[in-house]
Structures are given as structure tokens and as C-alpha cells.
């Protein structure tokens, strides 16, 4: 677990440089959002995903891209030094965390 934590949180600095629109002032700031991205897909997410399943399947899967964007943008809404100035910054950010901390589950 602290391997993936430690993952997503590379994977957020990564984002934070290649990916114009999202800004992250400090590491620490990382972590904090990080353990609250954890927290959000842990508690929020099962629940939107019952929610929104009849467009999930009538968009065969595509909308849970949708989905993860929205939840990273609503982290970069309210953790100050933490910013995501769009949708597309977000939906590209959400994948690349994605892939990264699944990655690192995968190896770890």
C-alpha cells in the first residue's frame, strides 16, 4: 500500500510538470492529495459507479474516464497548492495516476 501510495504520488509530480493546467506547489501537497485521491476512489467512488451505470454501459465503459477526471478535479477544487485549471488537464492527469499507481500495484 505504501508502495502505491508512494507511486501516485511520483505520478502526480509527473503530472504536474508534463501536463500544462496542473500545478502542485510541494511534495507534502502531493502526499496530502494523494491519501485524499485514496480516500475519495475508496468511499465516493463505488457509490457514483452505481449511480452513473446506465451511461456507463451505454458509453460501453468510457464514461468511468469521465468519472476519475471529475474526482481529480474536485481534489484540485478544495486542497490549497493543488490546481487543475480544466477538464482535459484533469482527464489527463486521472490517466496518467491511473496507469502509474496500476503499475505499481502490478510490481509491487
Known sequence: MLTRLLAVVV???L??????????????????VAVL?????LIVRPILLVLTL?????????FLFVLNALL?????????GFE????VPA????????????LAQRFA
Open 15 to 32: 503530472a504536474s510538470r508534463y501536463i500544462p493546467g496542473i500545478n502542485i506547489d510541494t511534495i507534502y501537497t502531493a502526499l496530502v
Open 72 to 80: 481529480f478535479w474536485f481534489v484540485g477544487s478544495f486542497v490549497k
Open 37 to 41: 485521491l485514496g480516500l475519495i476512489n
Open 91 to 102: 482527464l489527463l492527469g486521472s490517466l496518467l495516476v491511473s496507469i502509474i499507481g496500476s
Open 11 to 13: 505520478a502526480l509530480l
Open 54 to 62: 446506465p451511461i456507463t454501459i451505454l458509453t460501453l465503459g468510457l
Open 84 to 87: 487543475v485549471t480544466g477538464f
